[in-house]
């Protein structure tokens, strides 16, 4: 009987360390598993955070890529539009001046003209034809009349418009000759009309 009970017990402990040891394994094991399991785990998670930050990466790359596309875009049309502005005003500018150089140079023309006129009109007194007739004279009595006329008349330069007209037709009718040229003188003045004749009285009479 103690015999019997020695071995129920001893198979009884047997028993119960090998079903200690299976329960141990057991847990060993499958604190194993939730290890690996639990690292498994990590690595992934650690591999999807590491894939979705590359791919926020990227799409923040991509955006700021994009961002600078415009801005250059945006730098580039606005460069395009102050150089057009530029350039219209510059033309403006130029078209101004160009005016006002018009503007001047026909003011010129104008100031240039009335000038000549009036110079003209100083050398002449304003008597076109008288100058005209008296072209034909200068060749003996000067330029100014201020010549003795072959060295024999008088100077005619400071007469009167009459007494010239009357001198003229005196010449011109034959009846004058104060110093032996009268017939010289009708040569002169005979195709000359009434008008031609006061025309170049009154030329002489107005030089200076
Ligand atoms: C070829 C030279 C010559 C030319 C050209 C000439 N004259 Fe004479 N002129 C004379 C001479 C010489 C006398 C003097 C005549 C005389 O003996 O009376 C004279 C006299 C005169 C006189 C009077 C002066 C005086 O001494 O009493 C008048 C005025 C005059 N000439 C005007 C003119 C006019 C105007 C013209 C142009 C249309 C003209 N002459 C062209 C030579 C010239």
Do not use: P
């Not at 961002?67 to 033309?91: F, N």
């Not at 003209?120 to 008296?134: D, H, L, M, P």
């Amino acid at each position: 009987m103690k015999k019997t009970v020695v071995l129920s017990l001893a198979v009884v402990a047997m028993l119960a360390v090998t079903g200690c040891g299976d329960d141990a394994k057991k847990a060993a094991g499958e604190a194993a598993n939730k290890v690996t399991e639990t690292t498994k785990k990590a690595a992934e998670a650690t591999k999807e955070v590491a894939a979705k930050t590359a791919e926020a990466a990227k799409e923040t790359a991509t955006k700021a890529v994009e961002a600078t596309k415009e801005a250059a875009a945006k730098t580039a049309e606005a460069a395009k539009e102050t150089a057009s502005k530029a350039a219209e005003a510059t033309k403006e500018a130029a078209k101004e001046v160009a005016k006002k150089a018009e503007d001047t140079a026909a003011k010129a023309k104008e100031a240039a003209a009335a000038a000549a006129d009036k110079a003209k009109a100083a050398v002449s007194g304003g008597n076109e034809k008288g100058k005209a007739v008296f072209a034909k004279c200068v060749s003996c009595h000067g330029q100014n009349a201020e010549k003795q006329a072959l060295g024999k008349s008088e100077v005619i330069k400071g007469w009167d418009a009459a007494k010239v007209e009357e001198a003229i037709n005196g010449y011109k009718a034959g009846t004058r000759n104060v110093h032996g040229m009268g017939q010289l003188m009708q040569g002169q003045v005979s195709s000359l009309s009434d008008e031609d004749i006061k025309a170049v009285a009154a030329y002489i009479s107005s030089l200076k």
